[in-house]
């Protein structure tokens, strides 16, 4: 087995047991984003988390294949530009992608598009990451970038970084339609996570569910709007 598949078994339960609980449980979370907001269609969900390790990553990449297998043309975008795990994920080279993109905007975004055998499943790594990347996450560009990607793409899924980290998160939480918050059982502190949501009260009504992952069992129990 290669080590692409290796990693894609571990980490992509989608794909690796896809009539597993845990599988229909990533197919209810997109149903249940669809309908979060009414007949409003969303196009760019912005996964996050409070902290650090809570799997929003995982997450994020699992989310999307179950996409992709509705027949949804999907393209992933790993906006974590100082801490990127998508190539990690998939075993694919970053030495280009969104931080190309952000650099320069007369280059297209489709040249720097991967496409691993995922379905319709498209993605756009970080690029090399970079000590300033809120500077580069603040260009104007940006908005170009995601508007040239919702014409091409049917669903966009953006994993940034969690919102206690850095200033990006915020950032891009104004460009995107929905917001999905991730928390981990029994290392998200409450504490971080109340913090969180004042960082995005500036966006609140776009934050349409929490999920609590168990990342003992890369299982997420519950999706639920909050946004109280």
Same mark, same amino acid.
């Given at each position: ?124 790594? =970080? ?20 508007? =040239? ?12 970084? =969690? ?66």
């Amino acid at each position: 087995m290669s080590t692409v598949k290796r990693t894609r078994k571990k980490r992509i339960v989608t794909i690796s047991n896809p009539d597993s609980i845990i599988s229909e449980q990533f197919r209810s979370l997109q149903t249940n984003i669809k309908f979060a907001t009414g007949k409003k269609v969303m196009k760019s969900i912005l996964i996050t988390s409070p902290d650090k390790g809570a799997g929003k990553s995982t997450i994020a990449l699992n989310l999307a294949v179950s996409l992709a297998q509705q027949k949804e043309k999907v393209l992933l975008i790993d906006a974590n530009l100082k801490n990127p795990s998508i190539h990690k994920f998939l075993n694919i080279t970053n030495n280009e992608g969104l931080t190309n993109l952000l650099l320069n905007e007369q280059l297209e975004v489709e040249f720097f598009v991967r496409k691993p055998d995922l379905g319709d499943l498209y993605i756009l790594t =970080s690029g090399n990451t970079s000590s300033h990347s809120t500077e580069l996450i603040s260009f104007t560009n940006l908005e170009q970038l995601l508007d =040239s990607v919702h014409k091409a793409y049917d669903v966009i899924i953006i994993d940034s970084p =969690s919102v206690l980290e850095v200033a990006d998160t915020k950032i891009l939480a104004n460009y995107c339609d929905g917001i999905v918050l991730v928390y981990s059982k029994g290392q998200t502190k409450y504490d971080d996570a109340l913090h969180a949501r004042r960082e995005l009260q500036f966006v609140e009504e776009k934050i349409v569910g929490v999920i609590m992952n168990d990342n003992k069992q890369s299982v997420f129990q519950k999706l639920r709007k909050d946004n109280k």
